[in-house]
């Protein structure tokens, strides 16, 4: 069965640090997203894109945060400079189109900023 | 953010019997509704969905219940089976303004004993 995946599964990194979350959503979606969970709270909408471009973004998602598909199957979050608070689990999501919210989640990237 | 509620954080029934999984929800804009199992290490995995138009969906052993002028849906597990044992995460969607966007709830961990 198709499935989202992503790596690395834990990145630790250092305060102020640049990371790069990957992400391969299933290959024939067309909507991307990335949601966070950090620990004890809530699934958070992070950002959609489509069509090589951001089509929404929660307050969440601001300057330090980045996303790209830089080629025809990977899907990537960049937080530029990271703060102890962006420590989470970062999930990547697919859907094949708008309209259907059934979004695939990935396995999860879990962040840890030290 | 409480949009989407989850009030009870755990949920323990034997196996065989019905697990009845609940969430309540405040945006009067959401139309779309769904349910993700989640197991530990992995990412969200869709198990069902009603839209708005609808007040029940069925798949299986699983059924989805919406009380739209109670803003209220409801998971109904029956026969409840060992491996049913996950978090369980109520979403919301309001597809009209915020396209595929999930609003997730707080996640009520089931737990069906043997």
């Known amino acids: 069965e198709p499935e989202v995946t992503q790596t690395p599964s834990h990145q630790v990194t250092q305060m102020g640090q640049e990371v790069i979350l990957r992400c391969v959503p299933i290959?024939?979606?067309?909507?991307f997203y990335w949601y966070r969970q950090i620990l004890g709270q809530k699934v958070e909408f992070l950002v959609s894109?489509?069509?090589?471009?951001?089509?929404?973004k929660s307050e969440i998602f601001d300057d330090q945060f980045s996303v790209e598909r830089p080629d025809g199957s990977n899907f990537t979050l960049k937080i530029r400079s990271t703060k102890l608070e962006d420590s989470a689990m970062y999930f990547c999501a697919s859907s094949y189109r708008t309209g259907i919210p059934e979004a695939f989640f990935g396995q999860g990237t879990r962040l840890t900023v030290v | 953010d409480q949009q989407v509620k989850q009030n009870s954080p755990s949920l323990s029934v034997q196996e065989g019997r019905i697990s009845i999984l609940n969430c309540d929800y405040t945006?009067?804009?959401?139309?779309?509704f769904l349910w993700y199992k989640k197991y530990p290490a992995e990412g969200p995995t869709f198990l069902i969905s009603?839209?708005?138009?609808?007040d029940k969906n069925e798949d299986g052993r699983f059924t989805v219940f919406l009380n739209k002028s109670a803003k209220h849906l409801s998971l109904h597990i029956v026969p409840s089976q060992p491996g049913d044992s996950a978090v369980y995460f109520c979403a919301a969607s309001a597809l009209e303004t915020s396209g595929s966007r999930l609003t997730f709830g707080e996640g009520t961990q089931l737990t069906v004993n043997p």
């Open positions: 009603i839209s708005s138009i609808k």
């Open positions: 290959s024939n979606h067309l909507y």
């Open positions: 894109f489509y069509n090589n471009e951001i089509s929404e």
């Open positions: 945006n009067s804009m959401f139309d779309y």
